[in-house]
């Protein structure tokens, strides 16, 4: 039996703005008030604007709800518009950083050397990266999906240290189930999440793949989340549109309810 304690996140995306996130926030804390979740560890991913209000509501009411950004640059400083740093988002006390999205790889065209170097910018202050991969629907339909994955994760992790590696989250996040209500099978997500902890132990030894939680990404519902972490290598779920319904979202972090 794993001691991993599972990671459910809720990936805002370009979703409520700063006063909604107040309102957001203050619902899932009146939710999760009891100690029932204690043995879930619960994050919002919110759009930058709203990690501020974010950060004083949990810090004033001592929440146990984690918060992290979207993304993070690869730079630390400098003459880059639009880029939010590492530094600033340790000043805010994020506890995660999202990296290599598949919404950022699409539509941003960011590459597997880029996400490498936005996991050694999380790690060099002290957020945790939660690393986003996963396959299309034409790589999941030639049979490739174990493949395509590791080499993201490979990609992902050039050259970090085992003593970051073991503390890092992996999502794996068929593409062709993002957003489409089409969730991958049980089966499916432990196929691949299996193969990105073996990659890891081939990497980093056994010890180490066993630490790191390796998340399921794609159309995660209150209705399908037990079946999903009733498999093996799920340590949890990054959560998009479920995760904008309160009610629902708490319904997902009590998947053990069920
Ligand atoms: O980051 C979250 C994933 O992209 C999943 O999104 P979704 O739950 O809306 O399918």
């Known amino acids: 039996m794993s001691d991993r304690i599972p990671l459910m996140a809720g990936n805002w995306k370009m979703n409520l703005n700063h006063l909604e996130a107040i309102a957001h926030v203050q619902k899932l804390a009146f939710g999760l008030a009891d100690k029932d979740y204690e043995a879930v560890e619960v994050a919002v991913l919110p759009p930058f604007v709203d990690l501020r209000s974010v950060q004083t509501l949990v810090d004033g009411d001592k929440l146990k709800i984690k918060y992290g950004a979207q993304d993070i640059s690869a730079h630390d400083s400098g003459a880059y518009t639009g880029e939010i740093s590492g530094p600033m988002l340790a000043k805010l006390r994020c506890a995660y950083a999202v990296v290599g999205h598949s919404e950022r790889r699409q539509y941003h065209d960011e590459t597997d050397e880029l996400c490498n170097a936005k996991v050694k910018a999380a790690f060099r202050h002290d957020l945790t990266p939660i690393l986003c991969v996963g396959e299309g629907l034409d790589v999941r339909k030639a049979g490739n999906q174990v493949a395509h994955t590791l080499a993201q994760v490979d990609g992902g992790l050039k050259d970090v240290p085992a003593e970051q590696a073991e503390t890092i989250v992996i999502a794996y996040e068929?593409?062709?189930?993002?957003?489409?209500?089409?969730?991958?099978?049980?089966?499916?997500?432990?196929?691949?999440?299996?193969?990105?902890?073996?990659?890891?132990?081939?990497?980093?030894?056994?010890?180490?793949?066993?630490?790191?939680?390796?998340?399921?990404?794609?159309?995660?519902?209150?209705?399908?989340?037990?079946?999903?972490?009733?498999?093996?290598?799920?340590?949890?779920?990054?959560?998009?549109?479920?995760?904008?319904?309160?009610?629902?979202?708490?319904?997902?972090?009590?998947?053990?309810?069920?």
Do not use: H
Not at 238 to 256: P, Q, T, W
């Open 174 to 258: 068929p593409v062709w189930a993002i957003g489409t209500g089409e969730v991958a099978t049980p089966e499916d997500a432990q196929e691949v999440c299996g193969a990105i902890r073996g990659r890891l132990a081939e990497l980093y030894g056994q010890e180490v793949a066993d630490k790191v939680r390796i998340q399921y990404g794609g159309s995660v519902k209150s209705g399908n989340i037990a079946a999903i972490m009733a498999k093996p290598d799920v340590d949890g779920a990054l959560i998009g549109g479920a995760s904008l319904d309160a009610d629902e979202f708490v319904k997902i972090v009590r998947f053990r309810d069920q």
